[in-house]
């Protein structure tokens, strides 16, 4: 039984769940639901053999309510207006959620990444970037792009470069994209801020005692038992947090040529040596190779993390899922009728839309860095380090009570910008989490985490569109 709703009506079933128990007037709530804006492209690139490749791109904005629009590019062939329209509207509801001041948008090209030679690659993406400028679809004060699914640093920097070539007098080019390379005007911690931000959210869940009781698991991340599903970049950071930070112990692992299991946890950087000297995950020393890889979902563990793409679980392999609680660290992996399923099983679903939302959390800093022209700590790194030396000596001298030099250099450290960023990020997902775990409470069972932290997202934008007197 495959899913029966598309990607995006599925996000706009959730939505319509969440909406039913807001107050908010059925206009209002129809124009936070629309896309905004998308564009459909075709485009040339000549291929390295001198063959000519047609290339399909999109790029939807769903939220004008707050500038610039923000979110991912991906390249997959899963690409399509539909796919795009979903993921820009997961963007706004996350951003609002961690109260990042943007709307929501994605984009993508319909490519299979691996097929393209890196040259082509470049092409397809300076071109892409061209289009986008082209039709205002692009800029720091419009819509500023990030990776996503098959992108990473290296895109982002082209993507920079060409919008920079374009706009020669935009002094604040730099923030036309984000999770560019630190050496382009990146920020140090962005490349495994989706990661950690899970990692963060992992942990703060897992603290509650009350609300792992209700599930069935012990209070806090040692020792659980975890399973990832897709090792690039958001997978791959998220199991390293949890098991080096978080003690948890990863038992099982799935990536695109199949999955393994191994009851004594796999070690995670061990496991990316073996799949960058093979090829592959399989055949990993003293794990177990499973007969294909959507059976790594199956595994017995207690946390799930579907770290791929969406429709990962859906009703059809739903009920053979043993994990007790699932992390959308992916956008959508788990469709809203298997969703739903698992609330009324005890299942405890972290949605995306809270979860992976450490990335666009980042991003944001890195914009605000673009704007301001300078790295973070710059100004008062050495301040801070000479006034607190200075209290340490005043300590000692009141005291008699000496410091050694290691803890002196402890105590009085100025932040580095990467202390600022994971410092922030930190506080980000506890935040928000407590925002959302408070409205999901209030509900008294009536509706799930995802649902809650909808209702939280429509209340934030429906305020914005009041505030500013659109709506009554
Ligand atoms: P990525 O391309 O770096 O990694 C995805 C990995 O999944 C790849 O290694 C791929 O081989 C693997 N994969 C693909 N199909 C699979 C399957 N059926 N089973 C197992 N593995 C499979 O992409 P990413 O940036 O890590 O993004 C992954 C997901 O996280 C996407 O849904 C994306 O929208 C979401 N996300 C990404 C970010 C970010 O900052 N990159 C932020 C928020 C959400």
Redesign the pocket.
């Known amino acids: 039984m495959s899913e029966p709703l598309t990607f995006f009506e599925q996000v706009n079933r959730n939505f319509d769940k969440a909406a039913a128990f807001t107050s908010h007037p059925p206009g209002i709530l129809e124009q936070i639901k629309q896309i905004n804006s998308v564009i459909h492209f075709v485009f040339p690139i000549k291929r390295d053999d001198g063959s000519v490749a047609v290339m399909h791109g999109w790029r939807a904005e769903h939220s004008h309510h707050k500038l610039p629009t923000k979110g ?1 590019i ?1 390249y997959a062939m899963t690409v399509n207006e539909d796919e795009v329209m979903a ?1 820009a509207a997961l963007m706004t509801y996350k951003c609002a959620i961690v109260n990042v001041p943007f709307g929501g948008a994605t984009g993508g090209v319909r490519i299979a990444a691996h097929e393209y030679s890196e040259s082509e690659l470049e092409r397809i993406t300076r071109r892409f970037t061209f289009e986008l400028f082209t039709k205002n679809f692009i800029g720091p004060g419009l819509d500023v792009p ?7 640093q290296r895109e982002m920097a082209w993507i920079a470069d060409t919008y920079a070539t374009l706009a020669p007098h935009d002094i604040n080019a730099a923030g036309c994209v984000t ?1 560019k390379p630190v050496s382009e005007g990146g920020i140090e911690g962005r490349a495994e ?2 990661g950690r931000g899970v990692f963060y959210a992992l942990r703060e869940v897992c603290s509650i005692a009350e609300d792992m009781r209700a599930i069935g698991l012990t209070a806090g991340l040692e020792g659980k038992r975890v399973v990832v ?8 950071h998220t199991a390293k947090f949890l098991q080096e930070d978080g003690g948890a112990l990863i038992v099982g692992a ?3 040529e199949g ?1 393994i299991a191994k009851r004594g946890g796999i070690d995670v950087e061990a496991l990316m040596a073996h799949r960058l000297a093979t090829g592959s995950i399989l055949g990993f020393e003293g794990a177990t190779d499973l007969a294909s ?2 059976l ?1 979902l199956e595994v017995d563990c207690d946390i799930l993390i579907p ?4 429709n ?1 679980i859906t009703m059809d392999n739903a009920p053979r899922i043993k994990a007790k609680i699932i992390a959308e ?5 788990v469709s809203s009728t298997a969703s739903e399923a698992f609330f009324e099983r005890g299942v405890l679903v972290l949605p ?1 839309t809270y979860v ?5 959390t980042v ?1 944001y800093f890195e914009w605000l860095k673009n704007l301001e022209h300078v790295q973070f700590g710059r100004l008062e790194k050495r301040f801070d380090e000479q006034s607190a030396r200075r209290l340490l000596t005043a300590i000692e001298h009141a005291t008699g009570r000496g410091f050694s030099d290691q803890e002196i250099s402890s105590i009085a450290r100025g932040a580095e910008e990467i202390d600022l960023v994971n410092s922030g990020l930190e506080e980000t997902m506890i935040e928000a989490y407590h925002t959302v775990r408070e409205i999901f409470k209030r509900g008294g069972g009536a509706y799930d985490l995802r649902a809650a932290s909808m209702i939280g997202a429509i209340d934030k934008v429906a305020l914005a569109y009041k505030d500013r007197g659109i709506f009554p």
């Open positions: 991912g991906r993921l990030a990776p996503d699914f098959g992108t990473g999770a801020a989706t599903q897709g090792l690039g970049n958001v997978g791959y799935a990536e695109h999955a890889r959507d790594g770290a791929a793409l969406e990962a660290a992916a956008n959508g992996p995306d992976n939302a450490g990335g666009v991003s």
